[in-house]
């Protein structure tokens, strides 16, 4: 069960395990210095959908089908899933999982959504209300400037500011404690701490202070 150490961290006592993860992206990425980290590349951004919003959805459907089978497990022994992305309605994660049948919670958390996903999971796990999670997101630089800026066919003049939203999907599979595997063994939990950061184009200045050190 976990238990709270000071105020923000809570300790996974059972030290619940990545058991299988993956993570595919798009071609940006694939021309990135990570490109080989990624398990799978596509070479259409859009996936040879009509939408890039639909696009995203297949991106992060192979994303998790990937990490289930790298785990060694099916979608029947997925107790939970717990997804999100940066569109309305997480309309991304939603409409790829939706045919796996397995039961869903949805997490909207912008950037620290991969992060607060696998929280959950692993708190399922580590508290015994479920043996096997999923923790997944993903995003899609097309459907993100549309969602939060302007349709890239508008043809807007970008700010240097302006960050880049990676076009990727990323799934993890989260288990009772297996030998030589990653585990999570806490969970912190921040709080919103605005700084007054009043241009929109500059969301990095915005989220600077999650880098500063949180004390217990």
Do not use: W
């Amino acid at each position: 069960m976990p238990v709270k150490i000071g105020k923000y961290t809570l300790k996974l006592q059972s030290n619940p395990s990545v058991i299988g993860f993956a993570g595919v992206g798009g071609i940006t990425e694939g021309e990135g210095p990570l490109a080989e980290e990624f398990d799978f590349i596509y070479d259409d951004d859009k996936a040879g959908q009509e939408s890039f919003e639909k696009a995203e959805s297949i991106f992060h459907k192979e994303a998790v089908d990937r990490a289930v089978s790298k785990a060694g497990k099916s979608k029947s022994d997925i107790d939970f899933i717990f997804a999100g992305d940066l569109l309305n309605q997480c309309t991304g994660s939603t409409f790829g999982i939706r045919n796996m049948n397995i039961p869903y919670v949805g997490v909207y958390g912008a950037c620290s959504t991969m992060a607060l996903t696998l929280a959950l999971a692993s708190l399922f796990v580590d508290s015994g209300a479920a043996g096997c999670t999923v923790a997944s997101t993903s995003s899609h630089f097309c459907s993100a400037e549309r969602q939060f800026r302007l349709p890239l066919e508008y043809g807007g003049q970008r700010t240097p500011t302006a960050q880049h939203t990676a076009t990727a999907a990323g799934a993890s599979v989260i288990s009772t404690h297996t030998k030589n595997t990653p585990c999570v063994s806490a969970v912190l939990i921040g709080k919103i701490k605005d700084l007054g950061i009043k241009d929109a184009n500059n969301m990095g200045a915005a989220m600077a202070p999650v880098s500063g050190r949180i004390r217990p």
